[in-house]
């Protein structure tokens, strides 16, 4: 597709239930990033990938989160025994480059919804 | 650490008034800045961005200049249309990080 995708679009998740969200990135893109914004609030790092190697984690709150992009194309979030607080919308972005933020464009899918109840 | 403070909305404007919605900011070294928007439905998108002390970022009638001194990076648009109601996010990033520091959020809401 022409832009960043993500699915599913709406997860709602029983406390203690493990969720996993899929980024497809724009085709050809080098970078990639996890964001998680609360409601009411901006977005906040969560982790990048620059191909398959993901080469910052310093954002994931917990051991509980885990990202993957093992091919350096699609990328996997998975929260493991999901806690109300992980309730968010968690947004993928990629780049073309490796640059950092100021030269290269960074292109947000829309986001995927995950209430835990 | 690196933080954004951006004016709390909903900001509420007839078409055609003046806009300006706050921003600064807190970081060590010599920060790139931008202005994000999040129109209904769609993914946030880059609207300007202003990578030195001076620089202002300008794109689609709106403007924003990096200002060292106040730490500021201030949203303006001389004459606002009921299409540019959405969310406003500005942001940062620090030198040789692809990381960006959000600030909270402005709605801007456009009456006819």
């Known amino acids: 597709g022409a832009g960043v995708s993500q699915s599913p679009r709406y997860k709602v998740a029983k406390r203690g239930q493990d969720v996993a969200l899929r980024c497809d990135p724009i085709s050809g893109h080098v970078s990639l990033f996890w964001y998680q914004q609360a409601l009411g609030q901006g977005p906040e790092f969560l982790t990048y990938f620059q191909n398959e190697a993901q080469l910052d984690k310093s954002g994931l709150p917990s051991d509980r989160f885990f990202a993957e992009r093992p091919e350096g194309s699609v990328s996997t979030l998975k929260i493991q025994r999901t806690q109300k607080e992980d309730s968010a919308v968690y947004l993928c972005?990629?780049?073309?480059?490796?640059?950092?933020?100021?030269?290269?464009?960074?292109?947000f899918g829309e986001g995927s919804w995950l209430t835990v109840v | 650490g690196n933080s954004v403070t951006q004016m709390e909305g909903p900001v509420t404007l007839s078409e055609e008034a003046f806009l300006t919605i706050n921003c600064t900011y807190t970081a060590t070294g010599y920060p790139s800045l931008f202005w994000y928007v999040q129109y209904p439905g769609e993914g946030l998108q880059l609207l300007l961005k202003?990578?030195?002390?001076?620089d202002k970022g300008s794109n689609k009638g709106f403007e924003a200049t990096y200002r060292k001194e106040t730490t500021s990076f201030h949203l303006e648009k001389g004459s606002v249309q009921v299409s540019d109601s959405a969310v406003y996010f500005c942001a940062l990033s620090r030198t040789g990080r692809r990381a960006l520091t959000f600030g909270s959020g402005t709605r801007l809401q456009v009456q006819p």
């Open positions: 202003a990578t030195k002390a001076d």
């Open positions: 972005a990629s780049s073309l480059y490796v640059r950092d933020a100021s030269g290269n464009t960074i292109y």
